[in-house]
């Protein structure tokens, strides 16, 4: 599905009238109470379990994936070209993502998970 705003005497829902670009991932946070959708064009919406909007924004990069943290506070969203862009759980900006050079160079993610280290890290070079 997606999802737009729509307040009806305070009441805040997210229903379906996105029509210019495709839902490419959406995830639920650890407990449930929140989800993150993203679409090809770059649009974000985070919107919580009763259907109401938290934030929404426009990244200006073509999206593919997204993940929230563990604890709920950082979400990543993957992009078209491979980069990974962290942001905090209001929408804030905090960082890119340092990917391992690959051979041939460029990325395809197909996926994105937490890893919470328990069995090691790779060592750098």
Do not use: H
């Not at 604890?71 to 969203?77: G, P, T, V």
């Not at 919470?116 to 890290?121: A, L």
Request: glycine share 12%.
């Amino acid at each position: 599905k997606q999802w737009y705003q729509r307040r009806v005497r305070g009441y805040e829902e997210m229903i379906n009238n996105r029509n210019k670009s495709l839902v490419r991932d959406m995830q639920w946070n650890t407990d449930g109470q929140q989800i993150c959708i993203i679409y090809e064009d770059g649009a974000v919406i985070v919107g919580s379990v009763d259907g109401n909007r938290i934030w929404g924004g426009e990244l200006k990069t073509q999206l593919c994936k997204v993940q929230w943290s563990p604890d709920s506070k950082i979400i990543l969203f993957a992009t078209l070209t491979g980069e990974i862009q962290i942001y905090d759980s209001q929408g804030t900006y905090v960082s890119k993502l340092a990917l391992k050079d690959v051979p041939g160079g460029g990325y395809n993610i197909v996926a994105l998970q937490w890893y919470n280290g328990c069995n090691g890290f790779e060592e750098g070079d």
